[in-house]
């Protein structure tokens, strides 16, 4: 990096306070705005005082600065198309203006906007700071060198930023996590696992064979030294998938199950954040260990 970098973090809730945290533990200046009244106590709690970072309700002054702006505010069009329009017109004109949005691509925000070639989906798996994907995603306007320079800036943070030429509801990780919850919903409402069971099988087949190694790459080593075009050709037998309930009384039903497993409120869910960051930096250092290559850290209490 030859010069310290700036991150605008727009809208400081869940998302935009996770990526403050990661440019801030990688040497970044951070400037967040959010309208909340609370902002200032926020970051306080978060950064305490430091000259790295600072906070504003002025959106105009926290981008002025910014190599990379990155948007968290609401998932609202209306409201995504307004902070666009203000921050194409106070960052500097080479700085990448990005959208974590989750559904909202960047054709639909620059729709009436001109010269908007630095804008662009950057769509971070939560939490930011502790999962390494970014899906990138330019929009019809989107200059491919801001594409470039999205990819660069998001590997200097240590993520693993991935193109996605063609935006689809859900983009692609969603779309996967969506597909699995759906049958695991099904499998649950159907009486054939519980909650429980059904988290203890993924865990220990699906979710930590993937966290090591990819799903087609597994489909090589399912098919043997015949490869995926062995287990293409016939290993395993053709089953049709379930779709989960609609009714409100058994989506109630599953969600007290859910509760029964795992908890519900604000303690609780302090405890889960906690269990979840040690244990998934726990699996990032072993993966950096074996791979020899240095550990990237998310600090702890997300
Ligand atoms: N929560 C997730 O799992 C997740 C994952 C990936 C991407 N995203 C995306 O990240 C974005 C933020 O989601 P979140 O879960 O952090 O939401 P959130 O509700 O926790 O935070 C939104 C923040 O935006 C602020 N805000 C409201 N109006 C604003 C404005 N005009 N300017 C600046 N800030 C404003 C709010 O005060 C709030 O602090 C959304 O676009 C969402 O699709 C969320």
Redesign the pocket.
């Given at each position: 990096m030859s010069s310290q970098r700036t991150m605008a973090v727009?809208?400081?809730?869940?998302?935009?306070?996770?990526w403050a945290r990661l440019a801030h533990r990688h040497g970044w200046r951070v400037a967040i705005?959010?309208?909340?009244p609370d902002l200032g106590e926020l970051v306080a709690a978060e950064f305490g005082s430091d000259d790295r970072v600072s906070w504003t309700a002025d959106?105009t002054e926290a981008v002025r600065s910014a190599d990379l702006v990155q948007?968290?505010?609401?998932?609202r069009l209306a409201?995504?198309q307004?902070?666009f329009a203000e921050i194409l017109r106070a960052a500097p004109a080479d700085a990448v203006l990005a959208?974590?949005?989750?559904?909202?691509t960047a054709s639909l925000i620059a729709a009436d906007l001109d010269n908007a070639g630095r804008i662009l989906v950057g769509?971070?798996?939560?939490?930011?700071e502790l999962m390494p994907l970014v899906e990138v995603l330019p929009g019809k306007k989107t200059d491919e060198s801001t594409v470039t320079r999205a990819v660069a800036l998001y590997s200097e943070l240590d993520r693993v930023p991935v193109v996605i030429r063609k935006a689809m509801p859900g983009f692609v990780a969603n779309r996967l996590q969506m597909a699995l919850s759906a049958e695991a919903r099904y499998l649950v409402q159907s009486g054939v696992v519980s909650v429980e069971d059904l988290d203890t099988i993924l865990q220990n087949s699906l979710g930590l064979r993937w966290a090591t190694i990819g799903l087609f790459e597994g489909n090589v080593l399912g098919g043997g030294p015949g490869g995926a075009r062995h287990l293409f050709a016939g290993v395993g037998a053709e089953v049709e998938l379930g779709k989960p309930s609609a009714d409100p009384e058994a989506r109630e039903q599953l969600i007290e199950s859910i509760e029964n497993a795992y908890g519900s409120g604000e303690q609780n869910y302090r405890r889960l954040v906690d269990k979840r960051d040690r244990r998934t930096n726990a699996v990032l250092e072993a993966l950096a260990k074996v791979d020899d290559r240095p550990a990237v850290h998310a600090s702890p209490n997300v």
């Open positions: 727009v809208g400081a809730g869940v998302i935009g306070l996770s705005t959010d309208p909340r959106l948007e968290n505010g609401p998932e409201v995504k307004q902070l959208t974590s949005s989750s559904s909202i769509h971070p798996f939560n939490p930011p």
